[in-house]
């Protein structure tokens, strides 16, 4: 079982449609979770970071957290087509790796037709 | 969010030569840098974890006289690919940690693109 597993996609929606990206993780003392967006050719960038059970907005972005079903998605809402990448889940205090290091999902890719 | 720089963003080189990346935290002190590399359609992979004053702390499989890292300052941390061979080409990206009173968070340098000839 993969640390940390996303689905690759694509992900295709419609332009104003809400996009929801799912992501699991296998260590139950994983304690900070992270959502990047990595544009074609770019590095990652820091969209949300999660720490507590629940919900947490930011504008058009939800990060939901359900730690005892060891789950974490991001939720896009009014998708546009500049939302178009590859989102990458991050988690960081699994017990093999070390406290600090982020282990990170294969990406899944996002596709937001106009 | 706090503001990491690479340089170069990227570099052309001939086999067996060397190349140094500078990985710099801009408005923060980073104690800890991370160096990934990525090739194309693939995941990020850890390669590093360098320690300011200390030595890095090399991923398993990561050849760490080929990578040499160095994490002089608070501010700057650097990769030099040694005796580059073509299988070397990829793109490399370092993170460095920024630290609050209850949370760490990694942020991304824009990445240098490695192509050895």
């Given amino acids: 079982q993969k640390e940390v597993e996303q689905n690759s996609g694509p992900l295709s929606v419609p332009e104003g449609a809400i996009a929801s990206l799912n992501c699991t993780y296998s260590d139950r003392v994983s304690q900070s979770f992270f959502w990047y967006r990595q544009y074609s050719g770019k590095s990652p960038e820091l969209i949300m970071s999660i720490y507590s059970n629940g919900d947490k907005e930011d504008g058009r972005f939800t990060a939901q957290l359900n730690k005892a079903s060891q789950y974490v998605s991001l939720l896009i809402r009014d998708s546009q087509p500049s939302d178009s990448a590859t989102y990458l889940c991050a988690v960081k205090g699994l017990r093999n790796t070390g406290f600090q290091k982020l282990v990170f999902g294969t990406g899944t890719r996002l596709l937001v037709s106009p | ?117």
């Fill in chain 2, 1 to 117: 969010g706090a503001v990491v720089s690479q340089h170069p963003s990227w570099v052309i080189c001939k086999s067996g030569t060397s190349v140094k990346i500078e990985c710099r935290s801009l408005d923060f002190q980073a104690t800890t840098m991370f160096w990934y590399r990525q090739f194309p359609k693939q995941s990020l992979m850890l390669m590093a974890t360098s320690n300011e004053g200390s030595k890095a702390t090399y991923e398993q499989g990561v050849e760490k006289d080929k990578f040499l890292i160095n994490h002089a300052s608070l501010t700057l941390s650097t990769l030099t690919v040694t005796s580059a061979h073509p299988e070397d080409s990829s793109f490399y990206i370092c993170s460095a940690i920024v630290r609050t009173s209850d949370t760490d968070t990694q942020y991304f340098g824009p990445g240098t693109r490695l192509t050895v000839l």
